[in-house]
């Protein structure tokens, strides 16, 4: 019993002895051994090995729970693209500017960029009282005669047609309406050449006063003769109007002309113009752009020999603010649903591929993800039209990483047993498989180095879309092939015999054997295939450079056919100059003055014309031009002093120089005025006057002349004489073979003016150069910022720098 009581004490001896000594005085114990325990346990350690062997079995337990639960990493891969895209989602906006393709992205380009927004900054505060700060929309028609001149009668009227239609619609009159109202003659009448045509003649006759009046509204029937009309532009009384405004810059006076341009805007009631351009918007996408394009494809239809209704006489091109927008969005949209077209054949093809609908639809729908996705990434506020062509591309070249997933899944049968066996089989052969595809995306890249903005974004659009495409194939899409044949198959098997052919179509396979056959039959015989390859390629390479030496603009895009309006109207319209629609009105009612009335506010000045048998328009230049001159009826031979202003119509005065002209002139005086002492000319020069128009009555003709207001001659009499006091008179001589009746109030003098020839003169007025004046804006003090997200910028804007010293 004492030894059985005395076991324990041994036991207990024998555990304290092998327990640690106490440790020593004066002695740290390890800390170290301290640290093995944590919280009364051992803690976990991560050594390098221990790293490199968690990344090594990474693979293995990836492939395992994707074996097992497929559906699970297919539900957590759809939950993320069903979360970014919503969160990331931006309503698209498409850059409408077809220029931009036509515009390098240069140093000197991002400098002028810099200095046209600089340009809107120059004031700090806008001001809401100065019309030229508001927003105009403007609205450019371009006509072009089909046959001879755009002056036609015919070809008038049918502008003028055209141009009510337009403003008689609700909508026009609707924002016409809305607009500025210091500015609604923009819209109505707007600025029309046929408004000058067709006068409403508010005089039928000449009044007391020697003028009668006009209203140019372009609401006549009878028009006015198109050389006043060009004479009245010219001389500049019509300003802002001119006629460069409607015709092209390098139209000159009395020559004709198959172009012609009306411009039309509305301009924003204030500064906040947000709900003018929404009705505006409404107002394009609703009536106008219908109404335009209908009218354009009526001037194009053929004449119908056999009908009434004969299209109009002329070819009509249009432009306009958010007009061209929409129109390239309508092209676009309509471009769009032809992409419905490869995607549903990319479809079928994925079909007979993959020998499944469920794996096509499959592969499709993650197809469509991939354009939406790659949409968020791009970097742009506007998306470019050349980021469209991208989505057509996509849906042709992003089914290759999917084919190359299924084909590589189905060889792995031969590799593996197992199912996790077989997705390392497929991950580890993709990597080698999917590297082409990888380097065709980064190759898209590489346009980041164009000088074309647009050709930068579609680079970025269509390798991020490829790359997604590869993403896509490998995370979502293998999942996908699992569930396929796992789960799907085995039910299939349980349907109609004619439900599984059409949805695995596992059994068409095309005949490959008889194929092949061919192809051997035909190696055999390399001449003739050599040959006959020779040949195609020839013919090919031949059809290829006459297609592109063909078109005008080989290496410009565009994105309408060379027969659309844009297109074809776009080398007409830079025959014009660059106007936009005017701050100011032109005189809306004018007077046309009778020649020696001296009224000061005539437009031009109007007589009938004197039958003189003549049918010269001018005297010829080696001959010396007779004048008919004519005199005021009341005597100034009472005057001791007589003061006469001498006015000339006809091209020779202006053609010769003063100096040539004034000795004439005080040599007709002195004939005229035979008792006069002494007859001096002023040393003020001599200045042109509104032209005359001389109108024959009986057959409408009429010829326009220029009238020259010499200096103020002064003649001296001698004493004694009825009066000491000096008189004023204006004489009238008209130095052309067109010469207007006797004015009211004066009589046909007893002498007539002579002006020389021009080939014994010389100086010719005509050999003198004209000023021209250019304006140069210089801006100071700004900076160009420029950053990796402006190599996708469309505009860049300009920032003061603070650090600009003006000294």
């Known amino acids: 019993g004492g030894d059985a009581l005395a076991a324990p004490k041994t036991g207990e001896a024998r555990r304290s002895s092998e327990e640690e000594p106490p440790l020593p005085a004066l002695q740290r114990p390890d800390q170290a051994k301290k640290k093995k325990g944590c919280c009364g346990c051992k803690c976990p350690t991560l050594s390098t090995q221990g790293v490199i062997q968690l990344l090594q079995d990474a693979p293995q337990f990836y492939c395992e729970t994707l074996a097992k639960r497929p559906w699970l990493y297919l539900i957590f891969w759809v939950i993320v693209v069903v979360v970014v895209l919503p969160l990331t989602w931006r309503p698209i906006s498409v850059d409408t500017d077809v220029d931009a393709y036509r515009r390098a992205d240069s140093q000197t380009a991002r400098n002028h960029l810099v200095y046209l927004d600089s340009l809107n900054s120059m004031q700090a505060v806008r001001n809401e009282s100065v019309l030229g700060q508001r927003t105009t929309l403007k609205l450019e028609l371009l006509y072009e005669a089909k046959d001879g001149d755009v002056f036609s009668e015919s070809v008038l009227r049918d502008i003028r047609a055209f141009e009510q239609a337009l403003r008689s619609l609700e909508g026009w009159s609707k924002l016409c309406n809305m607009s500025e109202p210091a500015l609604q003659f923009q819209c109505s009448p707007g600025e029309s050449f046929g408004n000058y045509v067709w006068p409403k003649r508010l005089d039928n006759f000449l009044t007391a006063g020697g003028f009668f009046r006009l209203s140019f509204d372009g609401s006549a029937s009878e028009r006015l003769p198109l050389d006043a009309v060009v004479a009245y532009l010219r001389e500049g009384r019509a300003f802002p109007h001119e006629l460069q405004v409607f015709l092209p810059m390098a139209f000159t006076e009395g020559s004709s002309s198959r172009l012609l341009r009306s411009i039309f805007g509305f301009t924003a009631p204030s500064l906040d113009d947000a709900d003018f351009r929404r009705n505006y918007q409404d107002f394009v996408e609703k009536q106008l752009y219908s ?68 794996l096509a639809l499959s592969a499709t729908t993650l197809l469509c993800f991939t354009v939406l996705l790659a949409y968020v990434i791009l970097p742009v506020e506007k998306v470019s039209l050349a980021s469209f062509l991208g989505v057509f591309m996509i849906f042709g070249l992003g089914f290759s990483s999917f084919f190359r997933m299924h084909e590589i899944w189905r060889r792995s049968r031969l590799e593996a047993v197992e199912h996790w066996e077989r997705l390392m089989y497929l991950y580890t052969a993709a990597g080698r498989e999917m590297l082409p595809v990888v380097c065709t995306s980064l190759c898209y890249f590489l346009l980041l180095t164009s000088n074309l903005v647009p050709l930068r974004e579609f680079g970025i659009f269509i390798g991020t879309s490829m790359l997604l495409a590869v993403a896509f194939a490998l995370l979502c899409f293998v999942p996908i092939l699992l569930l396929h044949e796992v789960y799907l198959r085995p039910c299939l098997r349980r349907m109609s015999p004619r439900v599984v052919m059409v949805l695995e179509p596992a059994h068409v396979k095309p005949n490959w054997e008889m194929l092949a056959s061919k192809i051997m039959l035909l190696l055999r015989r390399p001449k003739p295939l050599l040959a006959g390859t020779a040949l195609v390629v020839f013919i090919c390479s031949v059809t290829a450079l006459a297609v592109t030496a063909a078109q005008p603009y080989p290496e410009l895009p565009e994105v309408f056919p060379h027969d659309h309006h844009r297109e074809a109207g776009r080398p007409l319209l830079q025959t014009f100059r660059h106007v936009n629609p005017a ?40 001959q010396a031009a007779a004048c008919s001159c004519y005199a005021p009826l009341g005597l100034t031979t009472m005057c001791s002093n007589i003061t006469v202003s ?7 005065a202006t053609s010769l120089s003063e100096a040539t002209v004034v000795p004439q002139v005080e040599a007709f005086m002195q004939t005229h005025f035979p008792d006069a002492d002494y007859v001096e000319t002023s ?21 326009v002349d220029p009238m020259t207001e010499m200096p103020q001659i002064s003649l001296g009499f001698p004493t004694p004489r009825l009066s000491t006091s000096s008189c004023h008179e204006t004489h009238l001589c008209y130095c052309s073979p067109k010469t207007c009746t006797n004015p009211t109030g004066y009589r046909r003098t007893t002498s007539d ?43 860049i804007t300009a920032q003061f720098d603070s650090t600009f010293d003006p000294a």
């Not at 002329?314 to 603010?321: A, H, K």
């Not at 031009?604 to 005297?619: A, E």
């Not at 042109?688 to 409408?700: A, F, I, N």
């Open 646 to 652: 001498m006015t000339i119509s006809g091209s020779r």
């Open 291 to 358: 109404a335009m394009k209908e009218v354009v494809l009526f001037t194009r239809r053929p004449v119908d020999p056999s009908s009434w209704d004969k299209p109009p006489s002329m070819q009509i091109y249009f432009r306009g603010d958010l007009l061209d927008d929409y129109e390239v969005l309508e092209a676009l949209h309509g471009d769009m649903l032809l992409a419905i077209g490869p995607l549903i054949l990319s479809l079928i093809l994925a079909w007979i591929k993959f020998r499944s609908g469920f």
């Open 753 to 795: 003016l002579s002006l020389p020839a021009l080939s014994t003169t010389t100086e010719d007025a005509t050999s003198t150069s004209s000023l021209t004046s250019s304006e140069v804006v210089v801006l100071f003090g700004i900076s160009k910022p420029f950053g990796l997200a402006d190599l996708l910028a469309k505009t």
């Open 683 to 703: 040393s003020a020069t001599s200045r042109r006057l509104q032209s005359v128009v001389l109108e024959d009555w009986p057959t409408g003709a009429t010829h």
């Open 583 to 622: 701050e100011v009105a032109a005189p809306f009612t004018i007077q046309m003055c009778e020649p020696g009335r001296n009224l000061s506010s005539c437009a031009l000045h109007w007589c009938d014309l004197q039958n003189t048998g003549s049918n010269l328009t001018s005297w010829p230049s080696e």
